[in-house]
């Protein structure tokens, strides 16, 4: 399943999904438990932002016991980097800069 | 039959400007000049210099493109290669900075085009390496505008 960039968008738009997502990435694998304890939020809520996280393919789960836990998958991320929108927007800002720069030449 | 290299994409952006190419060649070859409308750089006009360009860094990017140059053509054609630095170079971009500069009646086009992006250099994409940590800082700002 690969996530469309608005679903991966409006997934990391909600800050506390946003936080389970980037303390996950930075900590490594985190039992549901663990995020719990440190997302502010009850468990529940948690275990919702995360099933929106794995919908978005941006979290995978393994069951081992009575806990589940849970690993970032930072790849897929993959979608929203654009590479060419990124270097369009970038080359026009420095045509406008180089312009600016001959009109001074110029004087 | 061997199945040809997927297809590549350019940026392609092209503006006339009143000025004489040779103004507008000054400003592409020499390096403090370059560094006030691109980047602060090691630029030589000489084919073969390997010189890199630094910039603060910004989300999936170090800030630091590896470059080459390629051809060296006075008040016409200029090329080097525009890649991901050495430390994020796995799956990083390679593509081609090509300027070209025709004489207009009113001055000089000025084209640039940046060729060689592959499907895969998205596919590619680490995100531990290329501080998507700051990228997503700004995707709630982007994510309002989506309604």
Excluded at chain 2, 57 to 63: A, L, R
Excluded at chain 2, 81 to 91: D, F, I, L, M
Excluded at chain 2, 115 to 132: I, K, L, T, V
Aim: glycine share 8%.
């Amino acid at each position: 399943m690969r996530a469309t960039t608005n679903e991966l968008f409006s997934t990391l738009a909600d800050p506390t999904r946003r936080a389970i997502f980037e303390r996950l990435c930075r900590d490594g694998e985190q039992t549901v438990r663990a995020l719990t304890d440190r997302a502010g939020v009850s468990q529940p809520a948690v275990s919702k932002h995360l099933g929106v996280l794995k919908h978005a393919g941006l979290v995978r789960d393994r069951r081992a016991g009575r806990q589940t836990h849970y690993t970032a998958q930072p790849q897929g991320l993959a979608p929203l980097i654009d590479w060419m929108s990124l270097y369009g927007a970038f080359w026009r800002e420095r045509f406008d800069r180089l312009e600016a720069l001959l009109n001074r030449m110029d004087q | 039959m061997t199945k040809p290299a997927a297809a590549t994409r350019s940026i392609v952006i092209e503006r006339e400007m009143p000025h004489p190419p040779e103004r507008v060649w000054r400003a592409l070859t020499q390096g403090a000049l370059i560094e006030e409308w691109l980047m602060e750089n090691d630029f030589q006009p000489v084919v073969d210099h390997r010189f890199n360009f630094r910039a603060t860094p910004m989300p999936h990017w170090n800030g630091v493109v590896d470059c080459q140059v390629l051809v060296v053509e006075p008040n016409q054609r200029l090329s080097y290669s525009w890649n991901a630095s050495s430390e994020e170079a796995t799956g990083g971009l390679k593509t081609v900075v090509t300027w070209t500069l025709t004489p207009t009646k009113g001055g000089v086009l000025v084209r640039m085009e940046q060729s060689g992006f592959r499907p895969e250099d998205e596919a590619n994409y680490q995100g531990a390496n290329y501080g998507w940590q700051r990228f997503i800082g700004g995707l709630e700002r982007v994510a309002a505008g989506l309604g």
